[in-house]
């Protein structure tokens, strides 16, 4: 069986890769990794924390999942890693993404924070999503 992780991540590349504002946004390319190629310039966005939780009924079997979107800016301010976090949140919120081995339930965008990383300087965004799947 594929990981409800796994598998929701995918379903986002995916999503977020078909999206050509996006991809301009990230400089020509969707730039989300699991980690941050070294050397790479922001703006890039990685996955952040994740917890997947059992939400399992009677009848199925389930997780739900709180997963965060980071996006790095680029040096002198937030503005770019706002629109890119705002890009992601129109593309991700309710989507009816299609997932290997899982079936979505819902997808629902539920915080933005940014901050300012103290040792680089550069601003980040975090967009939070959270996801309730079932095994199909």
Not at 10 to 32: H, N, Q, V, Y
Not at 59 to 84: C, F, N, P, Y
């Amino acid at each position: 069986m594929t990981s409800p992780v796994l598998s929701l991540r995918r379903a986002i590349i995916d999503a977020a890769s078909g999206d050509a504002e996006l991809r301009t946004l990230m400089g020509g390319t969707l730039r989300l990794y699991d980690e941050p190629p070294r050397g790479a310039e922001p703006v890039y966005a990685l996955f952040g924390d994740v917890k997947a939780e059992d939400w399992s009924t009677d009848l199925d079997r389930g997780h739900a999942q709180s997963v965060d979107l980071v996006i790095w800016s680029e040096k002198g301010g937030a503005r770019t890693a706002l629109m890119v976090a705002d890009r992601f949140f129109a593309i991700l919120d309710d989507a009816p993404l299609t997932l290997d081995g899982h079936r979505l339930v819902n997808l629902r965008v539920t915080e933005l924070a940014s901050a300012r990383d103290k040792d680089s300087g550069l601003a980040r965004v975090t967009l939070s999503l959270r996801a309730v799947t079932e095994v199909a």
